[in-house]
């Protein structure tokens, strides 16, 4: 066991609501293809709790390799090697076929041209019909759900100009264009929420 592994105290927290969500939407054996994978303890949680998925994290090059340490503890063999992947002028062309799409808490890290980009290309990858799954906070009409999400909107807007939480409209406008619908909402704890787009 690699000791040191990246950490992060949110996955712990979040990672089993997300899991039972997760277990209802993607009932099918399948390829789960993940954005912004981060330390890869979403990766691990899912791949050992959903064996009839074939995980597939995936990465900004600067990041790629984090999740490595846990993937490589977890001797999983329904997880891929991580990919790099910039979702803004990244290869996508270049990822294996994909069934059913993941991301956590990526929105209001990347640019609003990133989320495009994102938007764009997993409509690209994603066949007709599959599901792209999006968690993290949101706000709606241009209101937060929460104190500490305006709070923690404030932070990263002060940190960096081009993060921010992302508002519903913006989302389901750019959602229209890619060729997404909204099917679900869900309600999360800590004021979080799990987006299931339809292509
Ligand atoms: C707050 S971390 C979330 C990590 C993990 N999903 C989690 O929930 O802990 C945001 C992630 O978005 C990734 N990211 C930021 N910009 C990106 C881009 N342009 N393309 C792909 N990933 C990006 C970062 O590298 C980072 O891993």
């Known amino acids: 066991m690699q000791q040191d592994k990246p950490f992060s105290q949110a996955c712990e927290n979040n990672k089993a609501p997300i899991l039972e969500k997760l277990r209802a939407l993607f009932k099918q054996p399948g390829t789960i293809l993940e954005i912004g994978t981060g330390t890869g303890q979403h990766a691990v949680h899912f791949a ?8 597939q994290p995936t990465d900004h090059p600067s990041n ?10 977890s001797e999983l063999t329904n997880i891929n090697a991580p990919l790099a992947l910039d979702v803004l002028g990244g290869s996508w062309a270049d990822l294996p076929a994909i069934d059913g799409v993941f991301s956590a808490n990526t929105a209001h890290i990347m640019g609003w041209q990133e989320v495009q980009a994102m938007f764009r290309g997993v409509s690209e990858v994603l066949p007709q ?3 792209f799954c999006l968690y993290g906070p949101f706000s709606y ?10 709070r923690f909107d404030l932070s990263l807007r002060t940190q960096a100009p081009h993060m921010g939480i992302r508002d519903m409209e913006d989302l389901k406008a750019l959602a229209e264009d890619t060729g997404f619908v909204l099917e679900e909402d869900f309600g999360m704890p800590a004021n979080n929420r799990l987006l299931v787009w339809r292509k």
């Open 64 to 73: 790629a390799q984090l999740s490595r340490a846990w993937i490589d503890d």
């Open 141 to 150: 009409g241009g209101r937060h759900t929460s104190e500490s999400n305006a």
């Open 129 to 131: 019909g599959g599901i």
């Open 48 to 55: 050992s709790h959903l064996p009839y998925l074939v995980w």
